[in-house]
Structures are given as C-alpha cells and as structure tokens.
C-alpha cells in the first residue's frame, strides 16, 4: 500500500473497532482522508465509536451496509480477525481494492529497524524476551503489536534510533504487502487456525510472508528442528540464523544436548556459551526453544552473550503462559490459558515431571484432538472438561485409560463454570499434585479473550 499521507481527500474503510481499529482510524483521519469505520457489534458493544465521532470520523455500528465498500474505496483496513470470506472484503477484492491490516499501515511510518516473531506457539514469551534483552543491552526497544500497543499507534511515534519488536500472527500477516522487518523470526508451525485460513497451505503461506519482502541485507531466525520452518528456507533471501534444541549447528544457537547448555556458533569455527539450560527463570523445553529464538535475535542486534544470559536467569515468564498462580495444601496451580491449539498443551504438560489435573476445553474449531493421546496416557492423572470440546477431550481421556474424569455440564456463566472447573480439579488432586489450565483450544466458546478465561481461573484459584 502507499504511505497514509497518500490518502488525502481519499475514502478508506476501517473493518472492525477494537485497539488496531480505532488507532488506524486516527491515523488516516489525521493524515487527511475520508474515514468511516464499520462494525458488525451493537453500539453499545462499541464504547470507541464516540472519541471517533467526536474527531469527526463516520462509524457504523450493528451491520455491514451495502454500499460501505464501493468503487470510490481507496483502501479497506481490516481487523485481523476478520475473515476474508465476510461481504465487504469479498466486495473489495473484486473491485480490485487494495485490503491490508494495521500491521502494513503501522509499517509505512516506521523509521525504526523492526524485529517480527510470529508462529503457532511461543511468540509472546519471545517477543517480551528479544524485548528485555535489548532493554538490558540499551537499544530502545518498543515492544507494540499483538503485546502492548497497537502497531499504528506506537509506529510513528519511533525513531531510527529505536527497535520495534512486533508480535505477529497469521491473520495480521495475510494482510501485508510491503511489510519488511529487519529481522524476521519464525518459531514454529503446527496445524492451527484453520477455520479462518481453510487450508494449511494458506495458513503457512500467511506465515511466510514475514520473509516476503526481506533482502539479503536482513536476517531471518528459523526453527531448524521444524520441517515446515526449514520447508520455507529455499524462498528465504535474507541471511538465515537457525536454532535448534536437537542439532548442533556449524553457525546458529542451539541447545548443546551434552552439556544442556545454550550456546552460539559463530560461524567461524567458535562456539560461545550463553547460559546452562537449568539457570532459566522459567521451566519447559518450549521455553528453551523460545530462548534461542530470542538469543539469535539479540545476537543479531549485537546484545551482549553475558548480557541475554542475565535475562534468561532473571525472566520469570508472561501472565497466562505457564504461569505460576498459588500452591494449597501440597497442590501447585498453574495458569497456561494461552494454550489455545494441542500442541501448545502437550509443550505445557511435558514442563512437568509431577502428576497433573489438567482442566481443558474451549472453542470447537474440528479438530479430533488425537494428537493429545500419547501424552494423555503418559502424563495425566485426572481431567476436567468445559466447553464446546469437552466431549471430545473427555473421549481422549477414556483412550488414555484415564479415570479421573470430571464435565462441567451446567454453568450460570463462563466464571461460574471455570470456579466449578477449579473445584473439581482440586477435589482429584492430592499433595504433590500440579492442576493446570491449559485448554488446547481457543476461549471464544465461552470467553471474550484467553485473558479473560486465565483471570477468572486464578480468581477462582485464589478463593478456594
């Protein structure tokens, strides 16, 4: 797309409020374009449609006229979460109007070099890692995107002499053209989302557009343990820095499996040693894989190796990802509500050696949830089940032999049925125990956001 002053005296429709919505809308409303804002909510499920209107920008709220897109549309900014299959984006792509999110609009304004981490799991304990170490290492990080603030609201506030370092996700990407980061990070790519994208190639496709633009100039940090991720790397023409936790790698940061030590090969022929996996401030193999991933990118900004140890020793992990919530009476609780697809939860089991209680459940997205099984009949002493999955879940427990099976069938609302969730979990449970929220599916069955499900679950933790 061309840079929003382009826009001037031009018609550009914003799908969907929310934070990117609302800061998108601002933008090309100050740089001088014609801006109407449409969302499918109610009004009163919109409280941003006032301050818009006050600046004197249109909102339409409750329903997608008709005539919102037409040919006079110069540019459609959408929601990330709007899929493409809704009227209005069908609309403008067959009238040949350009659709974009607000991630290649916030990239028009930005002067800083700009790191991007995407994947299907991982991607916010890296991003707010590669954060704090170039905080510790004096680089001006600005941490904005999917964590923080909305990438059209942080972008043309940074300079050259700051980093920006974006969380991405497949939705935001599949809307970008010229979106080029300096240094482009993917962690991994499981099977996912596939009710938005339709087909696993769209999905990774969406994904790789993180590379699209990137030149030889540019570093790209790929999984090679991964095979979809080293799949994408004949396409890569920026400089590629891999990771690993099974490989040692002539020039990359891996895991050295003899000495459980993360280290960096330079290259040159001299591995340098980071820190022992066991001084981690936070648990799970995942996360040493998201270590590395976040070493390489601070590596490639020139952070000190002494300087990324110090944050991998002192970094306690992100709210809602493994997150350690309360221990009662000998039992651990554990929130990992962003567990949002199986493997996110299989990574979360396997953090622990004890036996776990594990509470899931959520969105119905298709999926049979076999992949769940080995880890089922390894590691699960007792299950609890809500939402729309639950009995497929509780039918994966029955084949893992598991007998510890409770259902929340009857709920007055979401927080009602997690604080039930909660108590039965804890009833299966004895001292030594861990109960851990990791659902395996999205929250949108029963919850505006995982955020939401994983405080009500510590709620309800607090005040057993």
Not at 207 to 222: G, H, P, R, V, W
Not at 381 to 394: A, D, F, P, S
């Amino acid at each position: 797309m061309n840079h929003p002053r382009e826009y001037r005296g031009l018609e550009v429709v914003i799908l969907g409020l929310a934070r990117s919505g609302v800061a998108a809308a601002k933008l090309f409303h100050q740089k001088g374009a014609i801006v109407t804002v449409n969302d499918k909510k109610e009004r009163h499920a919109c409280p941003e449609a006032d301050e818009l209107e006050a600046l004197g920008i249109s909102v339409v709220c409750g329903y997608h006229p008709e005539s919102i897109v037409h040919a006079g549309v110069a540019l459609v900014v959408k929601n990330p979460g709007i899929p493409y299959t809704v009227e209005p984006i069908r609309k403008a792509l067959e009238l040949g109007i350009e659709v974009v999110t607000e991630v290649e609009v916030a990239y028009q304004f930005c002067q800083a070099p700009i790191i991007g981490i995407t994947g299907s799991n991982g991607k916010t304990t890296t991003t707010t890692l590669i954060g704090k170490m170039l905080e510790a290492g004096g680089l001006q990080p600005v941490v904005a995107g999917n964590i923080g603030r909305a990438l059209t609201e942080a972008a043309p506030e940074v300079t050259e002499d700051h980093w920006m370092v974006v969380e991405l996700s497949s939705f935001q990407l599949k809307g970008t053209t010229s979106f080029r980061p300096r240094i482009a990070c993917l962690l991994n790519l499981y099977e996912t989302h596939l009710d938005y994208h339709g087909t696993m190639d769209d999905y990774i496709a969406s994904k790789a557009k993180l590379f699209a633009n990137q030149t030889e100039a540019d570093t790209a940090i790929l999984n090679w343990d991964d095979t979809v991720c080293r799949s994408i790397m004949p396409s890569v023409r920026a400089k590629v820095l891999p990771f690993s936790m099974n490989e040692a790698l002539q020039h990359g940061v891996y895991l050295d499996r003899t000495t459980d030590t993360l280290v960096y090969a330079d290259g040159q022929g001299s591995v340098h040693v980071i820190l022992p996996a066991k001084q981690m401030g936070i648990p799970g193999s995942f996360n040493i894989e998201n270590a590395l991933a976040a070493a390489a990118a601070a590596i490639t900004t020139g952070v000190k190796l002494e300087t990324i140890a110090s944050v991998l020793r002192s970094f306690q992990g992100v709210e809602h990802r493994l997150e350690f919530v309360r221990e009662l009476d000998g039992v651990t609780f554990y929130n990992n509500s962003k567990a949002t697809n199986p493997a996110a939860s299989i990574k979360s089991i396997e953090a622990f050696e004890q036996s776990i209680v594990l509470i899931a459940g959520g969105l119905d997205r298709g999926s049979d949830y076999m992949e769940l099984l080995p880890t089922f009949r390894e590691r699960i002493k007792g299950v609890v089940t809500l939402g729309q999955t639950k009995e497929k879940i509780n039918r994966i427990a029955a084949m893992a032999g598991i007998s510890l099976v409770e259902t929340v069938d009857t709920a007055k609302d979401a927080a009602d049925a997690v604080s039930q969730a909660v108590e039965l979990a804890y009833r299966m449970s004895e001292p030594g125990d861990i109960v851990l929220l990791s659902p395996a599916c999205a929250s949108w069955d029963m919850f505006p956001s995982y955020e939401d499900r994983g405080r009500m679950f510590k709620e309800s933790v607090h005040t057993l």
